[in-house]
């Protein structure tokens, strides 16, 4: 019987300070997520000797597409045609591409980032063909409810939008969901990677 490959773990990083990164990826931790884009800019320079891994997961505004592409390895939050064109000019040609995931919001919750659902299939196109990007797959956060059979629900739209997009771009690989409340739930309905802070850095104040 073949098994899927584990879920890959994202550390977020957001709020801590780059010694407490650095303590965790001695521990063999390499991918970081952070919510602000020059936070996680100081954070990446600061550990520059260490080789991790950035991945931007909060929301990106236009202004800061530069940052962005200069310094983090993924932007999970492209949630917006307009980003498209300044992420694609300003990723370095000595880097390799700008890993993409588009966020949707899948409860279309008025508070949250990310596109409709309906949108994600236009914004999968318009990444693939920016030759500085690599559409990668598709972010959510769900609504934190309480019932967890809502969450489960919900992780399971979030993988039907993913599974719809591997069919028009077979080198789609990932499904990012699931954070330190319920990654478990997500891991059964199909991330192949997990957003995890309180539970590796402890709360945050």
Excluded at 30 to 35: D, K
Excluded at 44 to 54: I, M, P, R, S, V
Excluded at 78 to 105: C, G, H, M, T, Y
Aim: one cysteine or more; aromatic letters at 6%.
């Amino acid at each position: 019987m073949n098994r899927r490959p584990p879920a890959r773990l994202l550390a977020v990083s957001k709020t801590k300070p780059a010694e407490a990164v650095a303590a965790l990826a001695t521990l063999g931790q390499r991918a970081f997520g952070e919510n602000y884009v020059l936070e996680g800019v100081a954070k990446a320079q600061a550990l520059a000797a260490l080789g991790l891994e950035w991945h931007l997961i909060g929301h990106l505004q236009s202004n800061k597409c530069r940052e962005a592409a200069e310094t983090f390895d993924w932007v999970q939050s492209l949630d917006r045609e307009k980003l498209i064109a300044p992420l694609n000019r300003f990723r370095p040609e000595s880097r390799p591409r700008l890993n993409v995931l588009i966020q949707v919001n899948v409860d279309g919750e008025a508070s949250k980032s990310g596109c409709e659902p309906a949108d994600v299939a236009a914004l999968a196109d318009a990444v693939a063909a920016a030759p500085r990007l690599q559409l990668r797959g598709v972010m959510a956060i769900p609504e934190p409810s309480p019932d967890f059979g809502r969450r489960r629900d919900a992780f399971q739209r979030v993988r039907a939008i993913y599974e719809a997009m591997r069919t028009q771009h077979p080198g789609v690989d990932t499904l990012s969901m699931g954070m330190s409340e319920d990654y478990l739930l997500a891991v059964e309905e199909g991330a192949t990677m997990v957003r995890v802070g309180s539970l590796l850095f402890g709360k945050r104040g």
